[in-house]
């Protein structure tokens, strides 16, 4: 009864070392398709649409992963929080350009309501989102 019990035990503490070695991989088409996806499903866009969304946010992943390659290896200084902000801004904005091209007037502004949405919803569904202090957040009721 011991080595069975010690056999469980052992097996069940490798199993926890081994799914704690392993890491999720990147892959900017992963990343890509599910965005196109997405955009694909709230606007309801055309074959020539999906192509042009993939093609774009693929090209935006395989820049992400670059900048993080180069952020893990200490070569792109980090800023200020308000740098950081500006540059995310400038992003977004260039991207919404981006979609207003490849998407119809009323896609896009399909994809903003639903954003819009998306952000008053706050981070993974939570409570917050863009808000201000935390003590300006409705509080959760457990």
Known sequence: MKKILFAI???AISTCAFAQGQR???KPEDMAKRQADRIKETCKTNE???KALYGYFLRQ???QQEEWAKMQQGERPQGNR???RAEMEKRQKAQNDTLKTIL???QFATYEKAMQEMRNRGPRGGQGGQ???RGDRPQRNN
């Open 24 to 26: 999720r991989e990147f």
């Open 9 to 11: 035990m052992a097996l």
């Open 61 to 63: 992943a395989k820049r």
């Open 131 to 133: 808000g201000g202090p």
């Open 48 to 50: 020539k649409q999906d």
């Open 82 to 84: 308000e740098d950081f």
């Open 104 to 106: 119809t007037k009323e």
